[in-house]
Every structure is written in C-alpha cells, then in structure tokens.
T-cell receptor, first 114, second 115 residues
C-alpha cells in the first residue's frame, strides 16, 4: 500500500530534550516536506527536499533540522524543543519536484513540549 | 503578502445543498498549481482536486469542482449535494512552477453540514 508513515504519532516531551520525528514514504517520491499546523494559521511549511541530499527552508524553519540521506526517509529533528513548537506536524511527499503533482500526507504527529 | 487567502473561517450548509468555499491566491508566476485538501476531524489530509494555471477547463472530481477565475486569482471549491461526511476543514494550497518549490496553504475553512 502506497503511504507516508510518521512516528511517533503522539509525543509529549520537555523543553530542551532533543527529539526526532521520522517520516518514510514507499512511493519513490522525489519531493518531501514537513509542515506544522496550528489553529488559525493553517499549514506552514518548515522544510522541503527536492531529492536526496537537497533540502531547503520553508516559511518557518527556525528550531528545526532535516536531512535526506535516502530517498524514502526525511526525518525532522528538534535539537532543543521549546513550548512554541507544540503543534501538529505533517510529513508529505510528491512524485516530482518539477510538476505540481499533489502531495500525499502522513497521518500527523501531535507534539507537546512542556 | 499572503500567498493563499481563505476568508471564511466557518461555513454551514444544509445537507444536499451546494456550497462554495472561497480561495484567492497571489503569484506573479505564470505557471502554478492549485490544490484543495480536506481534513476531517480524524486529522488526516485528503487531496480533493487540482487545477493547473494553464488548464483551459475547470477541474472536476465527482461532487467537487473548482471554479477557476484566473484574472481574479480565485480558485473556489464547489461541493455539490453536500453530505454529512463533508463536514471538515478545507484547505486551499498553491505551488508555483517551475522555480518555486514551496507549497503555500491557506488558513482553512471549517464546513459544517446540517441535517
């Protein structure tokens, strides 16, 4: 089954404790992306990757890191989480970086930083 | 400036009626794609419909159609014959091409279908 998976689905952590949210897709998609969703703000893009070893900042990259060492995986790293990073996070992938195919979204990760 | 604007935070529609959700966009690129997504209360993001800037016809997918008015930079979603299961958040999104690699989302419209 074609899908984007994220883990964990729910996470409660404390300020400053490094964490990683994993994202994996099995569709051989070139383009992958991370979003955060906050009430009243919609989805905002954090980082995106157009292919292996190619990543770029979205609108809200501060406090986040990503890497794309393999085509299928695109982990999101919070080196020192803060309460303002409490949010719902989505990973997404798209077939091509050149053509505006739609994105397929993971199920979301609800993160709470205390 | 906001790339995507959805001015209706909440909408109500009677079951079986049609409803239009508004979306305006801002871009100077001639080539772009417009998307609508549905987010039910369970949280997943579901792709509904896509319109390319060069597409001559308005996109349709079952009960969903996109009213694309290029000169007005609007891409409204029309849902015909609303069903209770249509109650959800709806997001409009855009990706500029060929140089843009970001997806821009609006703030969403919460649709409630009334029996």
């Amino acid at each position: 089954e074609a899908q984007v998976t994220q883990n964990p689905r729910y996470l409660i952590t404390v300020t400053g404790k490094k964490l990683t949210v994993t994202c994996s897709q099995n569709m051989n998609h070139e383009y992958m992306s991370w979003y955060r969703q906050d009430p009243g703000l919609g989805l905002r893009q954090i980082y995106y990757s157009m292919n292996v070893e190619v990543t770029d900042k979205g609108d809200v990259p501060e406090g986040y890191k990503v890497s794309r060492k393999e085509k299928r995986n695109f982990p999101l790293i919070l080196e020192s989480p803060s309460p303002n990073q409490t949010s719902l996070y989505f990973c997404a992938s798209s077939r091509s970086r050149l053509i505006p195919y739609t994105q397929y979204f993971g199920p979301g990760t609800r993160l709470t930083v205390l | 400036a906001q790339k995507i604007t959805q001015t209706q935070p909440g909408m109500f529609v009677q079951e079986k009626e049609a409803v239009t959700l508004d979306c305006t966009y801002d871009t100077s690129d001639p080539s772009y794609g417009l998307f609508w997504y549905k987010q039910p209360s369970s949280g997943e993001m579901i792709f509904l419909i896509y319109q390319g800037s060069y597409d001559q016809q308005n996109a349709t997918e079952g009960r969903y159609s996109l009213n694309f008015q290029k000169a007005r930079k609007s891409a409204n979603l029309v849902i015909s014959a609303s069903q209770l299961g249509d109650s959800a958040m709806y997001f409009c999104a855009m990706r500029e091409l060929p140089t843009g690699n970001q997806f821009y989302f609006g703030t969403g419209t919460s649709l409630t279908v009334i029996p």
